[in-house]
């Protein structure tokens, strides 16, 4: 883990959407041992690497969609980041270029990747289009009314629903892992939607400004079942969130 996350510099604003900072759900019995309570568990909840879109469309969940030569590259190189550390379990959105970013991880450690549907990408009205600011669909007026509510969103699955099914994956793998570390590999939008989640900060936001590069860490940091920490690191380089269908 190389970077400690810095406050934004916004306000919090609450809304529906909102979840508490201490938002984690225990799994484990009220009476737990005082060494169970004190026990590190680390989940890196990694975005995948750059996916081979030649035309640049929004991907979404459509099938077929692998990692670049690039995208490749980030994955063996957030392997490579982890190596020494302990990762006893590797879980990955259903997706293709997640599974194979898990792949990179999981081979390092002898591990097999699980898959969990909590991870994938957020589901999306403009999949399989261009959307890049100026260009394709949103210039086009019969779009339009998607954008309605950037709340929600209108467009797409609801940040809150996103919420709630990325903190469900944590949850899971920081049980399975306890007293080790686990990866979770899932999408852009679910990780930084989760990360906002967890810090207490509204969840609708400008998608600009997004830190969370292409093959990036977000490392939840628990303490028994409580979560002491958000460490955000680049180990394969950082990645402009302004570029869609990357």
Same mark, same amino acid.
């Given at each position: 883990?190389n970077?400690?996350?810095?406050p934004?510099?916004e306000?919090?604003?609450?809304?529906?959407?909102d979840?508490?900072?201490?938002?984690?759900?225990s799994?484990?019995?009220?009476e737990?041992?005082a060494?169970v309570a004190?026990t590190?568990?680390i989940?890196?909840?990694?975005r995948?690497?750059e996916?081979?879109?030649?035309k640049g469309?929004l991907?979404g969940?459509?099938p077929?969609?692998?990692?670049?030569?690039?995208?490749?590259s980030?994955a #063996? *190189? @957030?392997?490579? !980041?982890?190596?020494?550390?302990?990762?006893?379990?590797? %879980?990955?959105?259903?997706?293709q270029?997640?599974?194979?970013?898990a792949?990179a991880?999981a081979?390092?450690?002898?591990?097999?990747?699980?898959t969990?549907?909590n991870?994938?990408?957020?589901?999306?009205?403009?999949e399989?289009?261009?959307?890049?600011?100026?260009?394709?669909?949103?210039?086009k007026p019969r779009?339009?009314?998607?954008?309605?509510?950037p709340?929600?969103?209108?467009?797409g699955e609801p940040?809150?629903?996103i919420?709630?099914r990325?903190? #469900? *994956? @944590?949850?899971? !793998?920081?049980?399975?892992a306890?007293?080790h570390?686990a %990866?979770v590999?899932s999408?852009?939008?679910?990780v930084?939607?989760?990360?906002?989640f967890l810090?207490g900060?509204?969840?609708w936001?400008d998608?600009r400004t997004?830190q969370c590069?292409l093959a990036s860490l977000?490392?939840?940091?628990?303490q028994?079942?409580?979560?002491?920490?958000i460490v955000?690191?680049?180990?394969a380089g950082e990645?402009d969130?302004?570029v869609?269908?990357?």
């Amino acid at each position: 883990m190389n970077e400690r996350t810095e406050p934004a510099d916004e306000t919090t604003t609450d809304t529906p959407q909102d979840g508490p900072s201490d938002a984690v759900v225990s799994d484990a019995p009220a009476e737990l041992s005082a060494d169970v309570a004190d026990t590190e568990t680390i989940v890196h909840v990694m975005r995948h690497g750059e996916v081979h879109n030649p035309k640049g469309i929004l991907y979404g969940r459509l099938p077929g969609f692998a990692l670049s030569v690039t995208g490749r590259s980030q994955a #063996a *190189a @957030v392997g490579r !980041a982890l190596a020494d550390h302990d990762i006893t379990l590797v %879980v990955a959105s259903p997706l293709q270029r997640a599974q194979e970013t898990a792949g990179a991880i999981a081979d390092r450690h002898e591990l097999i990747v699980r898959t969990d549907d909590n991870l994938i990408e957020a589901g999306n009205t403009f999949e399989g289009l261009r959307v890049a600011v100026g260009d394709g669909a949103l210039r086009k007026p019969r779009h339009w009314w998607k954008l309605r509510d950037p709340f929600t969103p209108s467009w797409g699955e609801p940040y809150l629903q996103i919420a709630h099914r990325m903190l #469900a *994956a @944590v949850n899971k !793998a920081r049980v399975e892992a306890a007293g080790h570390e686990a %990866v979770v590999v899932s999408h852009q939008l679910p990780v930084w939607t989760l990360r906002r989640f967890l810090e207490g900060k509204r969840l609708w936001h400008d998608p600009r400004t997004r830190q969370c590069s292409l093959a990036s860490l977000t490392s939840l940091v628990y303490q028994g079942d409580t979560l002491i920490d958000i460490v955000y690191s680049e180990p394969a380089g950082e990645s402009d969130p302004r570029v869609t269908g990357a």
